[in-house]
């Protein structure tokens, strides 16, 4: 799974960093996102998934890879 993070339509709303602290930050100088990791653990597919629908600016984008998504959901 790959993610991106697009800080031109992040809103600085904190959602994402509220509900998964541990991938996702805010930059202390605006507020805007920024990601903790850049690679991801097949655990935390879902909690990603959801980041992303729950961004109120749609700065959250998820990549599905074939491969992994299927590890993932064995
Ligand atoms: S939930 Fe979306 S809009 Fe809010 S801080 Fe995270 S990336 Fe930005």
Redesign the pocket.
Known sequence: MQVK???E???????????SPEI?D?DDRD???MLRQSTFRPEQFAELRL?AD???????SVVEDAVEDDAARR
């Open positions: 993070v697009d800080r339509l992040c809103c600085s709303s904190g959602m994402c960093v509220t509900n996702f805010q507020g805007l996102v980041a729950l961004c109120p600016g749609g700065a959250i």
